[in-house]
């Protein structure tokens, strides 16, 4: 190859491939700050910015020099000449330092990646539970009936406890605490014969209280109580804002990271127990505003929970004390709504008591 022109006497540094054919053109280059002006032998001339350059794609110890475009497909700068070579690496090192993120971003393209996928998760994290809780406040239908089925299908497992004087006492008690937030009277309440303690919020407003529970506790109150805080849950929607705010992630995490079992178990943990506290926060909230309006005493309910925290042995109520941990909130709220309850009276009489307690006999 000569490097001389033959229609010119300029000098030739190299040649560019246009992209558009696969001749060479040779050109005389000169460089500046911002990139290199090059004069093709047959006339026009140009400019690439050295921000144009993919430089990931540009070797810069290969020799000649190939300078890719980034703009156009298979376009080339070919610099061969040694000097001009020198010239360019020279201008370009001082480019780079002036545009570091710009270069090094562009050259360490997988440190961004990374950094890009930490701000996403970091994103999710902060913003998915707002995002979750508008969705559920929209009460999509179609989520809803999923998690009606569901529902549904827990129930059809379960032994559905029946008794005509003991559904009139836990209607009773629904009536009481409904009194002065008729939405409450939607809410369908289920007794299951399991030995387990333990009261939860499913799908479709149903609260669910086990035979354990009943035993565990010793008067209406104390049941009321755990309404109350359950009913919380349904008033704040918590078993659709939790579905969205925990399961969802957990389901996305889980499929983006099955090969590394540990990673989501402790994303689980980490997301349930941080919702997990604001909605027992927000339930108790609720319940000390329902059982104040019904009249009915707190102290069943703050009795009932510490009662349950200092047993344990009892492993049955294993479930129910880890959904609802003993905290110092929780003591300190209920007291405080102890204190500041005046007029009281019982919920249930003892005949209705008995009759509650032994709804599953
Ligand atoms: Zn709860």
Known sequence: MTLASEKSDQPVHGYLLDGKSPRKQNFALSVNAKGIRYALADGPSGEWGFDSIDWERSPLKARPLYLKSMTVKDAWLVVSDAKAVQDVLRAQNIWAEQNFWRFYAAQKKAAAYLACVLVFFAALWLGWPVVADGIAAANPPALRRYLDEMAGAYLSDQLICHSPDGEKALSEIQRRLA???????????????????????????????????????????????????????????????????????????????????????????????????????????????????????????????????????????????????????????????????????????????????????
């Not at 919020?201 to 109150?221: K, S, Y």
């Not at 069943?300 to 009892?314: H, I, Q, W, Y």
């Not at 049955?316 to 709504?337: G, L, N, Q, V, W």
């Open 179 to 361: 009194e002065k937030h008729p939405d409450l009277n939607t809410c369908n309440l289920v007794v299951i014969d399991s030995d387990s303690v333990n009261a939860f919020t499913i799908p479709g407003n149903q609260v669910v209280l086990t035979n354990g529970l009943l035993e565990n506790a010793r008067n209406g109150d104390e049941i009321a109580g755990v309404l109350a805080h359950e009913f919380g849950h349904v008033i704040n929607n918590h078993v659709m804002r939790g579905f969205l705010r925990n399961t969802v992630p957990q389901l996305a995490i889980s499929s983006v990271w099955r090969a590394v079992g540990v990673m989501p178990s402790m994303a689980n943990y980490a997301i349930d127990t941080a919702n997990s506290r604001t909605f027992e926060r927000a339930a108790d909230a609720s319940a000390v505003i329902l059982l104040k309006d019904a009249g009915i005493s707190a102290e069943g309910v703050r009795d009932f929970f510490a009662r349950l925290s200092k047993e344990t042995r009892n492993s049955r109520a294993m479930a129910f004390m880890s959904d609802h941990p003993a905290t110092e909130d929780r003591a300190a709220m209920m007291d405080e709504a102890v204190a500041e309850q005046q007029k009281t009276s019982p919920v249930l009489d003892r005949s209705q008591w008995l009759a509650l307690q032994r709804i599953c006999e």
